[in-house]
């Protein structure tokens, strides 16, 4: 089959960068992103590319390229579904807040959504692929839908799972590790296959693109993102040792990941892992295995999650205890809100859990980010329901300077590992706070010695 015409349906995280690439790699292709949210297309279309809803390095410049020429984003959900011959479902999959599964499943209502709309407007053959992180066996969900609801035609489902990190999107949908494409066994889902091959292959190289049956491409993405959190909450794991006996756990992950087998890479100790997926994919990997009666291999995943939270709560425990067991009216300024740096994404950031705790404690918090808004902080606060939005705004305040936010602050404390914070004149910082003045480092990103050498008490993790 020849591919003309792709539609995605979601122009989020996901949807936006990935279409991106697509449009720049295949000029002969027609990308169309839809999307409910109005606001969000307005932005994607902004005449100035910089005003794009979602910051990735190099985003802009591909935006730039291939808007209006291949690339287009609407809300016109239907026309872009009635035209493509490929339809790809990126719409967000969050844990469900109510009814069954709630805190756990992964809420699968505007994937329905997607199937029934797709269903509806079809009117020839269509290949729908799940971009989405979704529960094994899900294409069997959307599959019903499709032939039960739809106007007589043909429906392939293949999983073509997304592996990009946020702040590294752009690089990682250009040089893939690898494509993975789940399809059925019969020859229609052979040929579905191959066309959405033919797509990648403008840019992919052959070895790179692996092709599986369905159940394989879903479930190997909830379990990719299910090791790499675990990495980390093993790391994490032993950053609490190491404080308590000596060891330097920077130097023991070099250590163990110059083990070939190992590997040197997502050994970062950390305030703990934050974003969008892992927690919700591991959560909906447990509740997966729970409803199977795997109650082991439930709770062997539950671990990384438990073990997350407790290093996210044990960040902001060490705050309060080393400022002498009160933060009560403290300034305590946070360098970075993100979950991680290279993204205005703050899903599931620690640093919300940690600004929680402290203002129970009645702290003050005061938080510099390159990427974040102050709005976009106090509705992360807002989300949790711990207070009222007035007592939260009482609490946070936002700055366009970081040396402004430092002034007169009891602490610092690193949340997100932007660059800049590294390159900031330190000594000047020093001068400006209470004395002594401290510095927690949730991304050990600061010089140790340097830090002791201007004066600050110096903490990191794990060591
Ligand atoms: P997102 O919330 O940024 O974007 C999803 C978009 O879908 C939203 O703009 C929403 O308005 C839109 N949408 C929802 N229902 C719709 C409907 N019925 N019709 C049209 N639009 C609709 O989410 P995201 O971060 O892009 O994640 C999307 C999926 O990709 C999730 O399943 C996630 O697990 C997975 N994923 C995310 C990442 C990541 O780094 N964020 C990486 C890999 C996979
Ligand atoms: C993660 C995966 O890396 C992607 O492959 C996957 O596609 C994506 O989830 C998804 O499914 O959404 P992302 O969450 O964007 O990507 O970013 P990561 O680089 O994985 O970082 C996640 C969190 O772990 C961040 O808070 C980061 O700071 C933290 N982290 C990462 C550590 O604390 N230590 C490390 O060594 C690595």
Not at 273 to 291: E, H, M, P, R, T
Request: a negative charge; proline letters at 3%.
């Amino acid at each position: 089959m020849k591919i003309t015409k792709i539609c995605c349906i979601g122009a989020g995280y996901v949807g936006g960068p990935t279409m991106a690439v697509i449009a720049q790699k295949c000029p002969q292709i027609e990308v169309t992103v839809v999307d409910l949210n109005a606001e969000r297309i307005a932005a994607w279309n902004d005449a100035d590319v910089d005003n794009i809803p979602i910051y990735e390095p190099g985003l802009a410049d591909i935006v730039a390229e291939a808007r209006g020429r291949n690339l287009f984003f609407s809300t016109d959900v239907e026309k872009a579904i009635d035209e493509a011959q490929i339809i790809f479902i990126s719409v967000n999959t969050p844990t469900k807040t109510y009814g069954k599964g709630k805190g756990m499943a992964a809420d699968l209502k505007f994937i329905e959504l997607c199937a029934r709309q797709i269903a509806s407007v079809a009117k020839d053959n269509k290949i729908v692929v799940e971009k989405s992180t979704l529960p094994v066996r899900t294409a069997e969900a959307i599959k019903s839908i499709l032939d039960n609801t739809g106007n007589g035609v043909q429906f392939q489902i293949l999983s073509n799972p997304e592996f990009l990190a946020e702040g590294t999107a752009v690089q990682d949908l250009l040089q893939p590790d690898r494509i993975l494409i789940g399809g059925d066994a019969s020859a229609e889902g052979q040929h579905a296959i191959a066309a959405l091959v033919g797509v990648y292959s403008n840019w992919v190289p052959a070895d790179k693109i692996l092709t599986t049956n369905v159940w394989s491409s879903e479930l190997s993405k909830l379990t990719a993102n299910a090791f790499l959190a675990q990495r980390i909450s093993s790391i994490n794991a032993m950053s609490e040792l190491c404080e308590k006996t000596g060891a330097d756990v920077n130097e023991v992950a070099k250590a163990i990941g110059m083990d070939s087998r190992i590997g040197p890479k997502f050994l970062k100790a950390s305030v703990g892992f934050g974003g969008s997926c892992f927690q919700k994919d591991i959560l909906n990997l447990v509740y997966i295995a729970k409803s199977y009666g795997l109650h082991e291999v439930a709770d062997y995943w539950e671990q990384v999650i438990i073990m997350n939270d407790h290093q996210k709560r044990r960040f902001s425990n060490t705050i309060v205890r080393t400022l002498y067991n009160t933060v009560a009216d403290k300034k305590i300024t946070f360098l970075g809100w993100a979950f991680k740096k290279d993204t205005n994404d703050t899903r599931e950031s620690a640093a919300i859990y940690v600004a929680d705790d402290l203002i129970n404690e009645q702290a003050q918090i005061a938080v510099y980010d390159p990427k974040v808004s102050r709005k976009k902080v106090l509705a992360d606060l807002d989300y949790l329901e711990s207070r009222t939005a007035a007592a939260n705004a009482n609490s946070i305040v936002s700055f366009e300077n970081p040396y402004e936010a430092c002034e007169k602050a009891h602490a610092i404390a690193v949340l997100t590992e932007w660059d800049e914070f590294v390159t900031y004149d330190w000594k000047k910082i020093y001068d400006s706070m209470q004395k002594p003045a401290f510095v927690f480092d949730g991304r050990n990103i600061l010089d140790r010695g340097e830090m002791e050498a201007i004066g600050f008490v110096y903490q990191g993790i794990g060591a």
